[in-house]
């Protein structure tokens, strides 16, 4: 299994604590050292049935990460923003199985954005939960059969300081708890079917980039908007 070959190899399993392959990849990595980033406060475990699993994860001297509140229960839109402290504290981001339009092709995104590699397990074109793997190896993803393919890649920056992981950021764009209406309203209300660049959105909005880039993120999810080339994005 990747995650145990990878743990014994010296690396720290980063993952969401979420069922199926996130589940496995923490398990498989209990006792190499494996890091679960929550969607929620550490009060509201998502989803409640691994509480267990994270208690084990702590016991084995892993930990848990999250940026809510204690109480914090986690809504749809508060595990993009998990995955980008995933992707963000991570060398490397692994897609496993994507759909065409899952999730994980956002933490791909921002992985690529933040100067992360991207590394993509392939899987049979007739299979739709593979597509999205797929798609990213036609865009240049490091194609992964086994751990050594990863290994190759990042071995050879291990102990490079990780630029932008945790960096204060700017006053102005520091990460907002949640975009307010009319932020919302003033990003919309530039959005159509001609393409626009999120430079033009932040300068025409005069709403903080960091807003902005959280908004149009929500419309993401939601299959409002199609993210075209060169920063582009259109209303669908």
């Not at 190499?32 to 406060?41: F, S």
């Not at 993803?141 to 890649?153: H, M, R, S």
């Not at 033009?200 to 709403?207: F, Q």
């Amino acid at each position: 299994m990747l995650a145990r070959d990878l743990g014994e190899a010296g690396f720290l399993i980063i993952s969401g604590l979420a069922r199926g392959i996130d589940q496995a990849a923490h398990r498989a990595s209990l006792t190499t050292g494996t890091l679960a980033v929550l969607a929620g406060g550490h009060a509201q475990i998502y989803p409640p049935e691994h509480e267990g699993l994270l208690a084990e994860i702590v016991s084995n001297a892993g930990a848990a990460l999250t940026e809510m509140p204690v109480s914090h229960a986690p809504r749809a839109r508060d595990f993009p923003r998990r995955n980008r402290l995933i992707s963000g504290a991570a060398l490397g981001v692994v897609i496993v199985e994507a759909a065409q339009r899952s999730g994980s092709l956002i933490t791909a995104r921002m992985a690529g954005e933040q100067g992360r590699e991207v590394f993509a397990v392939p899987g049979s074109p007739l299979d739709p939960r593979a597509a999205g793997a797929n798609d990213l190896l036609k865009q240049g993803a490091t194609l992964v059969t086994e751990a050594a393919d990863i290994i190759n890649v990042l071995a050879p920056i291990m102990g490079r300081p990780i630029s932008g992981a945790f960096e204060e950021p700017h006053r102005d764009e520091a990460s907002p708890a949640e975009p307010h209406t009319s932020d919302r309203a003033k990003v919309l209300s530039l959005l159509g079917p001609s393409p626009v660049s999120l430079d033009d959105l932040i300068r025409l909005s005069g709403v903080p980039p960091a807003v902005v880039r959280m908004v149009v993120l929500e419309l993401e999810l939601a299959s409002r908007i199609e993210r075209l080339g060169g920063g582009m994005v259109t209303l669908i």
